[in-house]
């Protein structure tokens, strides 16, 4: 690999979370407010504004930096949750804001000019075009890249563009294309674009029938479990489903997780500036191992091949212990 090493951009759901993954190797921990500006805005997450003071302190104090999720798109004539968001990221010394909205990031860019703007995941921003008229209408200086592109693509795209990438390299997997997908919506009356939820716990119930586990969403039937499988959380797009009469399979996705770590010399090469692991609503100890082994493979790329054991280490962490290395190696088009 020459170059910077990747940079790790982990998530933290709670200040526990992500003093676990500064401790853990994150150069930089990613949160959200504990409001609908975010969209992990799930109950018991998220972070209060003194929290954020004072989890700034602690990456700071370590030489880490702190990015704001404020990736969902604001109420149409009721902006003030999101403006607030942003200004209090400003101020409260935030080292990025990550952000969809077109009209978020112009009041951030004329309010706070000072204040280094990342365009998300959720503005699926995944040409050339669209990145270079993020950056010259806003200033946007990294751009989160959609999880549909092969690494050959990515290459091509960082020649192209005057901001760095990012891209996801651990987690759960996005089948539709990011801040476009309104599936949740349709069974709960919320999205993760809007509300900052996909299939939000008070729409989700459990039942045991006989010796199978039934998993629904707003009183659809998302999932059937027989007593040797592992109960996943219900979301329309990793439910099985039967089809015209078909026996019941996963319709748009596998609950399966993505995981690079067997790619990373060929995300370097494409020019990736970092890496990005999913997981805000998962737990502080989940977090934590993750980021350590990333850690330890990012660390060792120098010396050529991946830590013995991290690899398979990160196997174990996948969701249901599959895993995937999604779009980065498809050759269909």
């Not at 942003?86 to 309010?111: R, S």
């Not at 294309?177 to 509300?195: D, F, H, I, K, M």
């Not at 494409?270 to 805000?280: D, M, N, P």
Request: charged share 20%; aromatic share 8%.
């Amino acid at each position: 690999m020459t170059g910077a090493p990747l940079e790790l951009v982990c998530p933290a759901g709670t200040p526990a979370a992500l003093r676990d993954a500064i401790d853990a190797g994150a150069d930089v921990v990613y949160l959200g407010f504990r409001d609908e500006t975010n969209a992990r805005n799930f109950p018991g997450l998220n972070f209060s504004r003194p929290e954020l003071r004072d989890g700034i302190g602690y990456a700071h104090r370590r030489g880490r930096e702190v990015f704001v999720a404020i990736n969902t798109y604001a109420a149409a004539g009721n902006q003030a949750a999101w403006h607030r968001a942003i200004d209090d990221a400003a101020q409260l010394g935030a080292d990025a804001v990550i952000v969809a909205d077109i009209g978020l990031l112009d009041y951030a860019a004329t309010k706070h000019p000072g204040l280094r703007l990342h365009l998300s995941v959720q503005a699926a921003a995944s040409h050339a075009e669209a990145i270079r008229f993020y950056h010259e209408a806003f200033g946007v200086r990294r751009v989160v890249l959609p999880r549909v592109l092969t690494v050959a693509e990515i290459a091509q795209l960082t020649r192209q563009i005057p901001v760095e990438t990012e891209v996801f390299a651990f987690g759960g997997m996005c089948p539709m294309a990011e801040g476009r997908c309104s599936l949740s919506s349709y069974v709960t009356g919320q999205s993760p674009n809007r509300q900052g939820v996909c299939s939000p716990a008070s729409h989700v119930r459990y039942e045991q029938r006989g010796e199978a586990l039934v998993s629904s969403l707003g009183g659809s039937t998302i999932n059937i479990f027989d007593k040797a499988e592992k109960a996943g959380y219900p979301t329309l797009c990793k439910g099985r489903f039967a089809v015209g009469g078909s026996y019941a399979d996963y319709l748009f996705e596998e609950p399966t997780s993505l995981s690079t770590g067997e790619i990373l010399h060929d995300l370097a090469r494409a020019g990736v500036k970092a890496l990005k692991i999913e997981g805000r609503q998962r737990g502080r100890a989940y977090v934590a191992e993750v980021v350590r082994q990333f850690r330890s493979l990012v660390d060792g790329m120098a010396g050529g091949d991946a830590p013995a054991g991290a690899v398979a280490a990160l196997r174990q962490l996948a969701e249901g212990q599959q895993e995937t290395s999604g779009a980065y190696r498809k050759g269909w088009r």
